[in-house]
């Protein structure tokens, strides 16, 4: 597993879910389309945390048009019935 990827998407998701906490608390404004914008940039991070941690550190670092499109994806490995 290429931990130092995977931990570096899991803390961006996690200062992304701060900051939307932070946004909807203190904005009155925070609607929908902010909302949309913000959860889309934070699946990207738990999603390439998942999809990229087999990845070697050269290719996460490399991280190439095709991959970024690739690992921000909906994991099709987790069954999420259970």
Not at 3 to 19: C, D, H, I
Not at 52 to 59: F, G, K, N, T, Y
Not at 70 to 76: D, H, I, L, V
């Amino acid at each position: 597993m290429n931990k130092e990827y995977v931990l570096w998407n899991l803390r961006e998701a996690y200062s992304a879910v701060g900051q939307m906490i932070a946004e909807c608390e203190s904005d009155p404004e925070y609607e929908r389309p902010e909302f949309a914008v913000d959860m889309q940039h934070l699946y990207h991070h738990i999603n390439t945390a998942w999809n990229a941690q087999d990845s070697s550190a050269e290719r996460a670092k490399r991280c190439e048009e095709g991959d970024f499109m690739e690992w921000r994806q909906f994991p099709q490995d987790i069954d999420m019935s259970v």
